[in-house]
T-cell receptor
Framework: SQQGEEDPQALSIQEGENATMNCSYK?????LQWYRQNSGRGLVHLIL?????REKHSGRLRVTLDTSKKSSSLLITASRAADTASYFC?????????FGSGTKLNVKP | NAGVTQTPKFRVLKTGQSMTLLCAQD?????MYWYRQDPGMGLRLIHY???????AKGEVPDGYNVSRLKKQNFLLGLESAAPSQTSVYFC???????????????FGDGTRLSIL
């Protein structure tokens, strides 16, 4: 399987703290994307990083990509209770997207 | 401005029954995808389409068929449902204007399917 792996599987933090989740993959990629899924809903795109980029920012989100280690990380700074959701990485290869197993984030108010 | 709409939202089937899941998008997107999501796992690609009249197999295509007769619709069929197909099914679409998968996917809210 070309699916990615994410860790941790679950993360529980206090509001205001930072949350970091990691994604690893096995194949070469064109780009890597991060998605968020609220309970009972579909996935929503957060941020995309191309294979020739090392870091990207969007608001409170920071994504890094290390293609030599085939890994990426998503940092959410100053977390809020509304950030509680599952987060998935997805990488693109030949018309197909492969998703990681997800990190379930719980932000306690 | 509906985006991606999946029908039905919930369904319970008996083993051996057949059904069709409908995905409709109003964004004029070229690419459409069907995924399944099982507990503790990420999404796995079942089938996808790169344009009207085209379909292709994903990671887990066995037991499913698809059709894309109209650009805005992508149908997923289960000919003879099995308990292993109990899952949440998600449809997604994205533009096809540029290559490399740079456009994000837009997801529906899923169809929860139970097969007894």
């Amino acid at each position: 399987s070309q699916q990615g792996e994410e860790d941790p599987q679950a993360l529980s933090i206090q509001e205001g703290e930072n949350a970091t989740m990691n994604c690893s993959y096995k194949t070469s990629i064109n780009n890597l994307q991060w998605y968020r899924q609220n309970s009972g809903r579909g996935l929503v795109h957060l941020i995309l990083i191309r294979s020739n980029e090392r870091e990207k920012h969007s608001g409170r989100l920071r994504v890094t990509l290390d293609t030599s280690k085939k890994s990426s990380s998503l940092l959410i700074t100053a977390s809020r209770a509304a950030d509680t959701a599952s987060y998935f990485c997805a990488f693109y290869n030949f018309n197909k997207f492969y998703f990681g197993s997800g990190t379930k984030l719980n932000v306690k108010p | 401005n509906a985006g991606v709409t999946q029908t039905p939202k919930f369904r319970v089937l008996k083993t051996g029954q057949s059904m069709t899941l409908l995905c409709a998008q109003d964004m004029n997107h070229e690419y459409m995808y069907w995924y399944r999501q099982d507990p503790g796992m990420g999404l796995r690609l079942i089938h996808y389409s790169v344009g009207e009249g085209t379909t292709a197999k994903g990671e887990v295509p066995d037991g499913y068929n698809v059709s894309r007769l109209k650009k805005q619709n992508f149908l997923l069929g289960l000919e003879s449902a099995a308990p292993s197909q109990t899952s949440v099914y998600f449809c997604a679409s994205r533009p096809g204007a540029t290559g490399g998968g740079l456009q994000p996917q837009h997801f529906g809210d899923g169809t929860r399917l139970s097969i007894l």
